[in-house]
């Protein structure tokens, strides 16, 4: 029986430079390391540090059994309550102008007054204070109200004006006698042409089968061939295509 060789990997370094390269290598990792652990979340009961918000938010829930959806989301600098731990974060980068890591502290402190505020006594959540107007805001209130009443104005003068005409600039009117159908046996007058019809399938059937006989009979016939066209397109294209002609 052979027996089996066990190898062991070892890494060579054939000159100092590559073993100093390697090692500043792994100094250089050490150097981020340490600047992603200080502006990282720490749970302060256990000082443990995560990566991101949501992880620490886990481990306080299952580790520390302490539910923080019954907890306020309070501005350390302005006392202002938000709902989530992502918009607290958005007012403290936006409206207090601060940096990552500036943010990350204040949440941080705002993370402790949480978990201290569990043992005190239950009150309502702090209404956030109105922000003072600045100059561009009270133009823009102050236009605001000036489109409004202009708006208000401008709909009660419309209300009241009367609509005049001027008797050069009317078009002519036109009787509606003009257009109306009359009936050849009672007299009777019809609007449109859809009633007139109407009439006649109602009071004069004879004269409703008289006309679609004479539409029927009323066809047009070539000279030359004697080939009927029930259109006068039709007749015209068999002219042009079959004798060659043109028919006024």
Excluded: W
């Amino acid at each position: 029986m052979t027996q089996s060789k066990l190898s062991i990997f070892i890494p060579l370094y054939y000159n100092d430079s590559q073993l100093h390269a390697r090692k500043k290598d792994e100094e250089v990792d050490e150097v981020v390391y340490q600047q992603v652990m200080k502006t990282s979340p720490q749970c302060y009961i256990c000082s443990f540090q995560f990566q991101l918000t949501k992880s620490l938010e886990r481990h306080i829930q299952q580790i520390h059994t302490i539910d923080l959806s019954s907890l306020g989301d309070e501005c350390a600098l302005c006392s202002s309550v938000y709902p989530t731990t992502r918009t607290i974060l958005r007012h403290l980068r936006n409206d207090h102008r601060l940096d990552r890591n500036n943010t990350l502290k204040q949440y941080a402190h705002h993370r402790f007054h949480r978990l201290n505020r569990q043992n005190m006594p239950q009150t309502k959540p702090k209404r956030p204070k109105k922000r003072e107007l600045r100059q561009s805001d009270s133009v823009l209130v102050d236009l605001e109200e000036d489109l409004i009443e202009q708006f208000l104005q401008e709909s009660q003068t419309a209300t009241r004006k009367k609509i005049e005409v001027v008797p050069s600039q009317h078009p002519p009117v036109v009787s509606s006698a003009s257009k109306a159908y009359y009936c050849s046996h009672c007299q009777m007058r019809q609007m449109n042409a859809t009633s007139y019809q109407l009439h006649l399938r109602q009071y004069h059937p004879e004269d409703v089968v008289k006309s679609k006989d004479e539409v029927h009979k009323k066809r047009y016939y070539c000279a030359q061939c004697d080939i009927s066209k029930p259109s006068h397109t039709g007749y015209m294209k068999h002219l042009y295509l079959i004798h060659r002609a043109y028919h006024p």
